[in-house]
């Protein structure tokens, strides 16, 4: 079975025609959300591995899990002495109403934990503007929504379809791929042809 990226969880959740623009479509565009967020990644994996006292910090990480169809690279892992395994994603902005980012890192550690037969009970979140760490307890909710959007996103992969446009301004103005999206215009055409298609079959 083809794996599916686990950055694809967050794209899903965010907003499902986003998931299908980027990894069914092959669509592509850069603001400066994404180029911000690119280059918080590039300086958190310009080290391969770091040691700081009785804990190891490895860098990119590649990871997958056949329960899941998942694969991906975590940021930044660290590996205590103690044998706790803690995985670290790096974002940039601050911590969001939405679980998003927290699906991403959840899909991280539950392919650890099948890669490593170990367990991993919490992870943390680094927000590039607060420069904090927010700790993430991975627990049996969090869980089942990430399984649930891995299943999402491959039930819209193999669908072949792009899913419709709804149109919210926060999140499409803070969009890539807004341009290509363009949800206005087509939620117009979208009503027109609704209203059309009501009129040509009126009595």
């Given at each position: 079975m083809e794996t599916i990226a686990i950055s694809a969880l967050q794209h899903i959740l965010y907003c499902e025609?986003?998931?299908?623009?980027?990894?069914?479509?092959?669509?592509?565009?850069?603001?400066?959300?994404?180029?911000?967020?690119?280059?918080?990644?590039?300086?958190?994996?310009?080290?391969?591995?770091?040691?700081?006292?009785?804990?190891?910090?490895?860098r990119s990480i590649?990871?997958?899990?056949?329960?899941?169809?998942?694969?991906?690279?975590?940021?930044?892992?660290?590996?205590h002495a103690d044998g706790r395994v803690i995985p670290i994603e790096y974002k940039r902005g601050k911590a969001k109403s939405h679980r998003a980012d927290e699906v991403q890192l959840c899909?991280?550690?539950?392919?650890?934990?099948?890669?490593?037969?170990?367990e991993i009970p919490m992870g943390y979140l680094f927000y590039g503007t607060t420069r904090r760490r927010v700790e993430v307890a991975l627990d049996d909710e969090l869980r089942q929504i990430t399984v649930y959007a891995a299943l999402r996103a491959r039930s819209i992969?193999?669908?072949?379809?792009?899913?419709?446009?709804?149109y919210e301004k926060a999140k499409c103005s803070a969009?890539?791929?807004?341009?290509?999206?363009?949800?206005?215009?087509?939620?117009?055409?979208a009503a027109w042809f609704s209203k059309q298609l009501e009129n040509s079959i009126a009595p």
């Open positions: 025609r986003q998931f299908a623009l980027i990894h069914m479509e092959k669509e592509w565009l850069e603001n400066r959300f994404t180029a911000e967020g690119r280059l918080l990644h590039d300086r958190a994996h310009e080290s391969a591995v770091e040691s700081r006292g009785r804990v190891r910090a490895a590649s990871v997958c899990s056949e329960k899941l169809g998942l694969s991906g690279q975590c940021d930044v892992v660290e590996f899909a991280q550690a539950m392919c650890l934990e099948e890669m490593r037969s170990v992969l193999e669908s072949g379809k792009l899913p419709p446009v709804f969009c890539s791929l807004l341009p290509i999206c363009q949800p206005q215009s087509q939620k117009a055409a």
